[in-house]
């Protein structure tokens, strides 16, 4: 059976009412709609209509100064501790 890929584009969406909380646009897929999904046989990568999805996000830069600071300190603590076990340090 062919599908009516027009229909089901113009079905994507559920006409039930979403759950208060959820953030405004955000609509339910309704059960055509689930047929626009895919995955990618090789990747495994998430298509929606042909468009891949991104499910990652990249840390902002301050986030990422912060963390490498975090790193840094934990390696540096680390060294001080291990040097005071051995008795390399004294303090």
């Not at 909380?21 to 990568?45: R, Y």
């Not at 790193?71 to 303090?91: D, F, P």
Request: zero cysteines; hydrophobic letters at 45%; charged letters at 20%.
């Amino acid at each position: 059976m062919e599908q009516d890929w027009d229909h089901i584009r113009r079905t994507r969406y559920s006409p039930n009412d979403v759950p208060p909380d959820w953030p405004d646009g955000v609509k339910g897929i309704s059960m055509n709609g689930a047929a626009l999904l895919g995955v990618h046989a090789a990747t495994n990568q998430l298509y929606w209509d042909g468009q891949p999805l991104v499910t990652e996000r990249r840390l902002a830069t301050f986030e990422r100064i912060m963390a490498g600071i975090v790193t840094a300190s934990t390696a540096i603590v680390a060294v001080v501790e291990v040097g005071r076990a051995v008795g390399w340090i004294t303090l």
